[in-house]
C-alpha cells in the first residue's frame, strides 16, 4: 500500500509539472506573438516615418524651387516698372521743357501787350489776334493743362484777348473744370491699373493657365510689354497705351470702348480722358 501510494505521489508531481510545464510554453507563445505583432507595428511605423520624411524633403525642395522662380519672376517684373517710371520722368521733363519755352513766349506777347495798350490806351483797339499768338496762348494752356498744373492767368489773358463774342466759350471752359482733371501722369497709372485688372480677368475667364493664378497671389503683376502677348485684345490695349503716350487720346478711347464697352474696367480712365478732350475741343473754338 505504501507503494502504491509512493507511485500515486510520483504521478500527481510528474503530472503537475508536465501542465504547469504546458502552460508556461502556451504563455511564451502568447508572448511572442504580442511582442513580433509589437515589432511589425513598430517597422511600419519607421517605415512610414521614413516615407513622410522623403515626401517632406522632395516637397521643400520643390517650394524652394518655386520661391526662386518667384523672386526672379518678381526681380523682372520690377526691372519694367523701374524703366517705364524712367520713361515717364523723361516725358515729363520733356513737358517742362516744352512749357517753359511757351511761356518765355507768353512773357513777350505780355510784353507787346503793355505796349500796345499804353500806345492806344483802349483794350478794344488791341488785336492781338493779328500777331497770331492767340494760338501760341491756347497750346501752353492745353499742355499745362495735360501736365495738371495751374492756367487760371493764362485763361484770364486768353479772355482778354478774345472778341466778347466769345465769351460762351470760357463760360463753358469754367464748368469743364469743375470736373478735376489730374494729368497725364495720373492718367498713365490708371491704364496700367485698369489694364491689369482686365488682363487678370482674361486669364481667369478663358483659364489658360493655373499657375498664372497662383502667381497673382503674391506678385504685382502688370503687363507693361503688351506687344509680347498673342491675345488680340492685349494687343489692342498695347495699341490703346502707344496711342495715349504719344497723345493720341481720341484714337486710344476708341480702342479701350472695344474692349471695355460697359465701362466695368477703364470707368476713372475714360471719364479723365473725356474731361480732357471736351475742354480741349472747347478750347479751340476760340482759334
Not at 520624411?53 to 520643390?62: A, C, D, G, R, T
Not at 516698372?81 to 520713361?87: A, G, L, M, R
Not at 469743364?176 to 496700367?192: A, P, Q, T, V
Not at 493720341?248 to 473725356?274: A, C, R
Amino acid at each position: 500500500m505504501t507503494k502504491i501510494s509512493n507511485y500515486f505521489y510520483i504521478f500527481s508531481k510528474l503530472t503537475t509539472s508536465l501542465l504547469l510545464l504546458f502552460l508556461v510554453s502556451v504563455m511564451g507563445y502568447m508572448l511572442f506573438l504580442a511582442y513580433q505583432d509589437t515589432d511589425d507595428a513598430a517597422l511600419n511605423k519607421d517605415a512610414k516615418e521614413q516615407n513622410l520624411s522623403v515626401s517632406l524633403s522632395e516637397n521643400n525642395q520643390q517650394l524652394l524651387l518655386l520661391n526662386d522662380e518667384l523672386i526672379q519672376i518678381k526681380k523682372e517684373i520690377d526691372e519694367r516698372i523701374s524703366n517705364i517710371e524712367k520713361n515717364n520722368e523723361l516725358l515729363i521733363s520733356e513737358y517742362k521743357s516744352e512749357s517753359k519755352k511757351i511761356i518765355e513766349g507768353i512773357d513777350a506777347l505780355n510784353l507787346k501787350l503793355a505796349l500796345y495798350e499804353k500806345k492806344f490806351q483802349k483794350k478794344d483797339s488791341l488785336k492781338v489776334t493779328d500777331f497770331n499768338k492767340v494760338d501760341t496762348l491756347v497750346t501752353l494752356i492745353l499742355r499745362k493743362y495735360l501736365t495738371n498744373e495751374n492756367i487760371d492767368n493764362e485763361i484770364i489773358l486768353l479772355q482778354k484777348i478774345t472778341p466778347q463774342s466769345k465769351n460762351e466759350i470760357f463760360e463753358k471752359l469754367s464748368i469743364i473744370r469743375l470736373n478735376k482733371f489730374y494729368g497725364i501722369s495720373r492718367l498713365k497709372r490708371e491704364f496700367d491699373l485698369s489694364t491689369k485688372e482686365y488682363v487678370k480677368n482674361i486669364f481667369n475667364k478663358e483659364k489658360q493657365s493655373n499657375i498664372i493664378n497662383f502667381l497673382f497671389q503674391f506678385v504685382n503683376i502688370q503687363p507693361r510689354n503688351l506687344s509680347e502677348f498673342e491675345n488680340n485684345n492685349l494687343n489692342i490695349l498695347s495699341d490703346a497705351k502707344k496711342l495715349m503716350i504719344n497723345e493720341k487720346f481720341e484714337d486710344s478711347l476708341s480702342l479701350i470702348k472695344i474692349l471695355d464697352k460697359d465701362n466695368l474696367y477703364f470707368l476713372t480712365w475714360y471719364n479723365q480722358v473725356s474731361i480732357y478732350l471736351e475742354f480741349k475741343k472747347t478750347i479751340t473754338k476760340v482759334l
